[in-house]
């Protein structure tokens, strides 16, 4: 602001001075210096000027309020020196190098941070977006900006406008000129004293802890570092664990299931069920779920209307594990007595061996959950699989955990890519049917005024949900097919959050802001007793309560029991979680 300022303040000055009442104006102060000192000195602030705008301009785009005269405060000294004559040629190479570079750093702050809250409504130190940075590989990375790139030519390009136009400008820095400087050419007081308060204010910017750190250069350093921490702070919860263990241990839970038991949770990832055909779609994408569910009947129970509360990973998995319960402020370092049981560990104290199968290769996630199982599978570790990353390579590990006979109780853990961006890897290549002829989803997109990229986004995200459902009931086939007959097997599928692909908005990925970011499909088929009725699989569901009736499948009796968050039992009474998207009804 402090720079844009200044170009206003010379303005009214330079009217002022047009003024003929206004008497101090009458003495001609400059008209009789004969160099060109005032010529240089306008363009040394129309330097400043362009440069501070320019600045000014993608700082308001990230930040807001206050924040924006907090950082352009913090630019200014540095801009100000535009105004500062210099008499060496290299000196002024070297600042206007310096003023570039200074002047980018702000502008890459602002379009980075515009790009997260346009994106996600998110800052950059939010818990969202700092776990996502955490939790990314480099192979994850290159997928998510393979999926965004045209956000990122579109900043990119912003960014290139503002380089050219700061470089052009910050050349045009004041020269001392000695021939000038002979005669008396002093700038106007007023001008003298702006410059003198900006810098007072910049030196208290500086001086002030809170306010220094908004400078991109401190924000960014203490960002990474909070990344490394979080990193660091994940890579060996071995200790939490321990304590889970022993805090599942006390708790003492019961298996009441005489006889072998195999329960399957298979979570998912990104899947909207507004794009299973099994939830009633347009497009055929759920072919063999909806053979299962002719087959099934009233074995099977389709939750109609089931919701995530978190629309990324990380907290959907943890409200899942601990029962949607809240945690203790910083539950990680500190003791953890008063938090939340962990699921996994409640089902080996009552004497389950747990598998955790999983195709994707997430640090935070393995950690805080699938260590807790006794057998760990991360296929997508494998070096040399021949596919990046479909889901269908985890289908012979289950198999091997079915065919396990040293065990009577079994709760098997699988965690799929399922839709997660970039879409067009979630499917085998030439295994896209939505492609080629205009259908009615198509038809409808384009009357929504969907762009073209969107619905091709589209047709990939149903190619991989069709791809989706050969695996998921193949995860059903197995489990309904396993052990002998009378055996007690039950399995759950849902998807950790929803994706948005153009259903309400003109965008496709992870969606915070949009109830697609939460529409996730759950489904339960159970080999005895008849599951919920037709009107039963109305009831809303909750994702967090997930941990709720899992324990019921699993048949585990425990102190901490809640019968009206089971969504299977009789005494269920649905409560409608907090989200960040008003929901009209959780009802449809
Ligand atoms: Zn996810």
Not at 432 to 451: H, I, M
Request: overall charge positive; some cysteine; charged content about 20%.
């Amino acid at each position: 602001m402090a720079p844009a300022a200044v170009g206003a303040l010379a303005f009214a000055a330079h009217r002022r001075t047009q003024n003929p009442n206004a008497p101090s104006t009458r003495i001609p102060r400059l008209t009789s210096a004969p160099s060109d000192a005032p010529a240089s000195r306008g363009n040394a602030l129309l330097a400043c000027g362009v440069v501070g705008a320019t600045l000014l301009a993608l700082i308001a785009l990230g930040h807001d309020g206050r924040r924006i005269a907090q950082l352009a405060v913090l630019a200014a000294p540095v801009v100000l020196w535009l105004a500062w004559p210099l008499k060496s040629a290299r000196m002024r190479r070297v600042r206007t190098v310096l003023v570039w570079l200074w002047a980018m750093g702000f502008a890459l702050d602002g379009a980075v941070r515009a790009y997260l809250l346009d994106t996600y409504q998110a800052a950059p130190d939010g818990a969202m977006v700092l776990g996502a940075a955490a939790n990314t590989n480099a192979r994850e990375s290159t997928e998510y900006l393979w999926m965004h790139w045209r956000s990122a030519v579109v900043w990119s390009a912003a960014l290139a406008v503002a380089g050219v136009l700061v470089g052009m400008f910050a050349r045009r820095g004041a020269v001392f000129d000695a021939a000038a400087s002979s005669v008396r050419t002093r700038s106007p007081f007023w001008l003298r004293s702006l410059v003198l308060v900006l810098l007072l204010v910049a030196c208290v910017a500086y001086a002030s802890k809170p306010w220094r750190r908004l400078h991109p250069a401190i924000f960014w350093a203490g960002w990474s570092q909070s990344v490394h921490t979080l990193r660091a702070a994940w890579a060996d919860q071995e200790k939490v664990r321990d304590r889970a263990m022993a805090q599942a241990r006390a708790i003492a839970p019961v298996a009441l299931q005489a006889g072998p038991s195999t329960v399957v949770l298979v979570i998912t990832d990104s899947i909207n069920r507004d794009n299973m055909a099994l939830y009633g779609y347009g497009r055929p994408t759920t072919p063999r779920l909806l053979a299962h569910k002719a087959q099934a009947g009233e074995q099977m129970a389709v939750l109609k209307n089931a919701w995530s509360v978190d629309a990324s990973t990380l907290p959907a998995l943890r409200n899942m594990f601990h029962f949607g319960l809240p945690h203790a402020e910083n539950a990680e370092n500190g003791k953890d007595g008063d938090n939340p049981p962990h699921l996994l560990a409640l089902a080996r104290a009552a004497g389950y061996k747990v598998w955790w199968i999983s195709n994707h290769d997430d640090l935070a996630i393995e950690q805080q959950h699938a260590r807790f199982a006794d057998v760990v599978d991360m296929v997508n570790r494998t070096p040399g699989r021949a596919s990046a990353s479909l889901d269908g390579e985890i289908l012979d590990c289950v198999q091997e955990a079915f065919a396990d006979t040293s065990t009577d109780r079994k709760l098997i853990v699988v965690h799929l890519m399922g839709a997660h961006p970039h879409y067009s890897l979630r499917f085998p290549e030439n295994a896209n049917p939505f492609d080629d002829d205009v259908d009615a989803v198509e038809t409808g997109l384009v009357k929504d005024g969907r762009s073209a990229w969107v619905r091709r986004f589209r047709q990939e995200y149903d190619a991989a949900l069709l791809y989706h459902d050969f695996v998921v009931s193949e995860l059903l086939q197995q489990t309904r097919t396993a052990g002998k007959p009378d055996e007690y097997r039950a399995w759950m599928y849902l998807s950790d959050h929803g994706q948005e692909v153009g259903h309400g908005s003109d965008r496709a990925g992870h969606s915070p802001s949009t109830a697609s970011g939460y529409r996730i499909p759950a489904v339960v088929w159970r080999s005895r007793e008849p599951l919920l009725g037709g009107a039963a699989q109305q009831q809303p569901f909750r994702a967090d309560w997930t941990g709720w009736t899992l324990m019921d499948l699993l048949k585990i009796q425990w102190s901490g029991q809640m019968p009206e968050r089971n969504v299977l039992g009789d005494a269920y009474r649905w409560q409608a979680p907090k989200i960040p998207v008003a929901v009209e009804s959780f009802s449809r």
